[in-house]
């Protein structure tokens, strides 16, 4: 195990196995010394680890820990494509979507559970510029969505 994966490790996370496309795309795409994520859903052990709106049936916090989950899997994408997890040399931009009920707006914080497990796991280099969006609905009904991408270095 590398630096990143003994740092989740040490929060008691261990890197899942890709989660397998619910449609016609692939996980993830290396562009150069670009990775691109798909969206992560909060998917653990092959399901979905809650559904519905954030603000109705999901809380804010229970919707922040699912956020970690799809950066967790987003990670997963990650190693799948370059091996090791030490090859990330900055996480560039995060994009999370949130299912929101009408009057929720705190999508920010919902997210910065993705951010801060980047940060968490990659130190420094997992400072990165981020969009929170709020939407009507996303696959499977899936409160949370995040997508990654990431520089690399060989």
Do not use: W
């Not at 040399?89 to 914080?109: I, L, N």
């Amino acid at each position: 195990m590398g630096a990143v994966e003994d740092r989740l490790s040490e929060l008691g996370l261990t890197v899942p196995d890709v989660v397998p496309p619910v449609a016609a795309y692939v996980p993830v795409v290396r562009d150069g010394d670009l990775v691109f994520t798909s969206g992560q859903l909060p998917m653990v052990a092959g399901a979905l680890a809650a559904t519905g709106k954030v603000g109705a049936e999901v809380d804010a916090d229970a919707a922040k820990a699912l956020a970690e989950t799809c950066a967790l899997n987003a990670i997963a994408a990650i190693k799948s494509e370059i091996g090791d997890l030490d090859k990330v040399s900055r996480v560039v931009k995060v994009v999370g979507f949130v299912a929101s009920d009408p009057g929720f707006t705190g999508q920010p914080g919902v997210i910065n559970g993705a951010s801060e497990l980047f940060v968490k796991a990659f130190g420094d280099k997992g400072i990165h510029a981020r969009s929170a969006v709020g939407v009507a609905a996303l696959p499977l009904d899936a409160p949370v969505e995040v997508e990654v991408i990431v520089s690399v270095r060989d």
